[in-house]
């Protein structure tokens, strides 16, 4: 399935798909303690889900505050945070 990003509207649930918005570009945002936007698969308004391991990598951006996953820089990151 195809993925988009999705701006996270920073008032729900993090897990929830309709706490995203779908993104026409990649976001700017990189490293911070509030979540940004996620990677997810979808290309509607709002993500079609958010896997388990994506609901791990918005609770590692909360506590890390840094994109996720880790790794190097040629790693796919999936969840961005904001400062």
Do not use: H
């Not at 798909?17 to 976001?27: E, I, V």
């Not at 609901?55 to 904001?82: E, M």
Request: aromatic content about 12%; hydrophobic content about 35%; charged content about 15%.
């Amino acid at each position: 399935m195809a993925r988009s990003w999705y701006a996270y509207n920073g008032v729900g649930d993090p897990v929830t798909l309709s706490s995203y918005n779908f993104a026409f570009s990649k976001p700017a945002c990189i490293t911070g303690g509030r979540l940004c936007a996620i990677y997810a698969t979808g290309t509607g308004v709002n993500p079609t889900v958010i896997s388990a391991n994506l609901r791990g990598y918005i609770a590692d951006v909360q506590l890390t505050l840094t994109a996720r996953p880790d790794g190097s820089s040629l790693v796919k990151k999936y969840a961005y945070g904001k400062a």
